[in-house]
């Protein structure tokens, strides 16, 4: 409507301008008509998604109730089956991740927009970090099964000798485990981390900056007393969606958690997934083993859509309260 | 539900694409040369244990029959059993045969064909051993159990005396899938222990295995686990391991002795007990008798229907079977399989013609 009008306005100018055709209008209402619908069609989409994951478990809800996120036996043969080992192994994945990953996406955020570097090997650096995201998850496994575990194993094997002791080094790392899939999962959420941490960083104003060096603080002084915290919602904000995806990584978790039903503090011992346990049982799931991994997928996505959603609105708070300043 | 229907929707695209392009592809190459011969297509899934050797048959077979036109899809023995109850494969495969509950779900009948058989191994994955580890029947039960927690536990040294046993911890290595070789080899188990028939996950194609169990998927997956992790031991069929070059252990037999797993173990088993196949061929060695013989050993079955709508199919299939039990016996050594001892292959054979 408003393009018509404009187009009007240049008719009056010259004779280059000449109102819309009738194909002109066609094409900007089935355009927009199109982007409505698709706009629309995400949300229904998820609303699809949960309806039907939702309406195949039910049957399963309904017959486990909450014991089936206290349990800890998966025996298809007993029909016993409880998923506290994989609640507990993606929230101990994902926050042993979110301490690796979180401390080194931020260190790097702070390093790409603090003027340390000259402007164009920050850039270098900065879409080197963005690359990161583009490697496919499989890969990643891949990586760390060849490289990564067989480089870490004597490390861990040490600490085990040592400090057996300590219940996180209560037992030896045999390859797959808990600590080889966190530290590739931190690398995995490090661009999101490092990406979010930049744009919060760089939207605080240059006077704020100006005001702290004008103070007399030292660089060492602003970024961790000034700068940090006033860019800590929207880098709070990107913790939390690096967190979500850490919930939620399916292959680089099943190729290198181990895929072990246990309940274990040990860094180094095999364990699992939510993820990891539908990557696994799907394909040969009989249907009403399907009903209770569907049970297991309405608890994956309960959780990573919260995660993602107390993010989104933590990022757009900040974003918000950063513009009125 | 959903992705059952899925599966299975393009699964059978899949089988018909390829299907089609067999059929068309055979077409364009035989319109020139005049005659227009129909190639027959069979489809068949299951067991991964013997899946090497009916793939090895397969090629052999089709080279001398250009007619035929035969896929094997090694998916686990329980998928490969569901989809034969479904009707959804001319031929299924099981190490573990099928029940009779779940012959009786077959209306057009069930004949088991035994059409060959290995041993199953515990692989396992220790550095630097210095020699090859001994377990007893009373050791192997509790390491499965979750009992033994390290290498260098008193009881497993006073039985390897001379090995370097690494403070490491034990990780066994079992698979996720519903699976024959889980079943044989948690059946050998729960004959051969009454803790783990009672108190342990006992028998069953799918368990719960306590300790610090790993899942993985298929005898191919359960291999490639082990062999990159350390301290790790499982159960897989002797030939997955000889190709992944894992150590195997040398267990304790019902007479006490201790046999290494190698090419010929499961025959000499076989020979050792097979006056004890009954009449419809389904003879489980939970806990095979003789001196000589291996401890873990397994048939495999083909499953066939008793009745074929297709006379054609039936007779190519027949042909296909009959081939293997004759022919296909002289691959099975290869492959780390026991050839049939003649009087199973015969009463096989009488068993395939009667169809």
Known sequence: MSASLSNQQQQNDGPIAVPPSSKDIFLDRTFRTFTTCFAWLTLLLIGYIVWEIGGTALPAIKEMGVGFLTGTTWDPNKGEFGILPQIWGTFYSSLLTLLLGGSFGIAIAVFLTQDFLPNKIQIVLKSTIELLAAIPSVVYGLWGIFVLIPLIRPVANWLHATLGWIPFFSTSLSGPGMFPAALVLSIMILPTVAAISQDALSAIPDKIKEAAYGMGTTRWEAILKVLLPTASRGIFGGLVLGFGRALGETMALAMLVGNSNQLSLSLFSPADTLAALLALNFPEASDYETQILMYAAVVLLFITLAVNIIGELIISYSERSGGKK | ?355
């Not at chain 2, 536990?153 to 690494?166: F, G, V, W, Y």
């Not at chain 2, 070789?181 to 069953?204: C, D, M, V, Y």
Request: hydrophobic share 40%; net charge neutral.
């Open chain 2, 1 to 355: 539900m959903l992705l059952n229907r899925l599966f299975v929707i393009s699964f059978l695209a899949i089988h018909t694409v390829a299907f089609l392009s067999g059929c068309s592809g055979s077409k364009d190459d035989e319109q020139q040369p005049t005659t227009k011969k129909q190639v027959i297509h069979l489809h068949g899934a299951g067991a991964t244990f013997p899946a090497p050797l009916y793939k090895r048959w397969i090629t052999e077979y089709q080279k001398i029959h250009q007619d035929i036109q035969i896929t094997y899809d090694a998916i686990g023995s329980g998928a490969g059993t569901k989809l034969f109850i479904a009707g959804n494969v001319d031929f299924g495969a099981s190490d573990s045969a099928m029940n009779d509950e779940q012959i009786a779900k077959v209306s057009r009948g069930v004949q088991l064909i035994p059409a060959t058989a290995g041993s199953i191994v515990l692989a396992y994955n220790i550095p630097d051993l210095g020699g090859k580890l001994h377990l007893s029947r009373k050791l192997y039960v509790d390491i499965f159990l979750g009992k033994i927690r390290f290498w260098d536990d008193p009881r497993i040294k006073k039985e390897n005396p001379d090995l370097h046993l690494p403070s490491l911890s034990i990780v066994t290595v079992v698979r996720s899938d519903s699976s024959g070789t889980t079943w044989a080899f948690s059946n050998h188990l729960s004959t051969i222990s009454k803790k783990w028939r009672e108190q342990g996950p006992g028998t069953g194609k799918e368990l719960d295995f306590p300790g610090n169990a790993m899942f993985g998927n298929g005898n191919s997956g359960v291999s490639t686990k082990i062999k990159h992790s350390w301290g790790s031991i499982g159960y897989v069929e002797y030939g997955f391991a000889k190709r992944a070059g894992l150590d195997m252990a040398i267990l304790e037999n019902k007479a006490g002795n201790f046999i290494e797993p190698n090419d010929s173990s499961p025959t000499e088993t076989l020979a050792n007990t097979h006056a004890q196949m009954p009449a419809n061929l389904r003879l489980f060695l939970p806990d095979p008798d003789g001196d000589t013989s291996y401890p873990v050993v397994t048939y495999s079955w083909l499953l066939l229907y008793k009745q074929y709508d297709d006379m054609t199919k039936l007779e190519k299939l027949q042909g296909f079977i009959r081939w293997g039990l004759l022919e296909g016996q002289k691959f099975a050594p290869e492959f780390g399989y026991a050839p049939l001892p003649s009087e199973v292959a015969k009463s096989a054979l009488n068993a395939l013609e009667a169809i």
